[in-house]
């Protein structure tokens, strides 16, 4: 099964987002949840990851005291919430559910970021 995100997102500047990323069916405690973004004609950019084992975090320097990933093993759900939001954050948001066996991409969270 893949992951399935929420519905896209339109934010003005300085506002935050948070959106979710739902993979049932995984032992959520065997992977890590990575969350990507794609910025339009750029390349993907990874932000950071939450391993629900142990709540522990790992952010991209960029997004260091900007953005908050957490999971909630319980409802089988990880969340990336981006504050200060710019107009160069509107980008497509992604999760990736893996492990060293798999990689798993939901389908994606569009972000407009406009005012």
């Known amino acids: 099964d893949l992951p399935v995100q929420s519905g896209p997102e339109l934010k003005n500047p300085g506002a935050s987002v948070k959106v979710s990323c739902k993979a049932s069916?995984?032992?959520?405690?065997?992977?890590?949840i990575d969350w990507v973004r794609q910025v339009p004609g750029q390349g993907l950019e990874w932000m950071g990851r939450v391993d629900p084992e142990d709540d522990s975090t790992e952010y991209a320097q960029n997004f260091q005291g900007r953005a908050i990933i957490t999971a909630d093993s319980s409802a089988y759900t990880a969340y990336v919430e981006l504050s200060g939001l710019r107009s160069e954050d509107t980008a497509v948001y992604y999760c990736?559910?893996?492990?060293?066996?798999?990689?798993?991409w939901g389908q994606g969270t569009q972000v407009n970021v406009s005012s």
């Open positions: 990736v559910i893996r492990n060293t066996q798999k990689s798993n």
């Open positions: 069916g995984y032992t959520f405690r065997n992977y890590y």
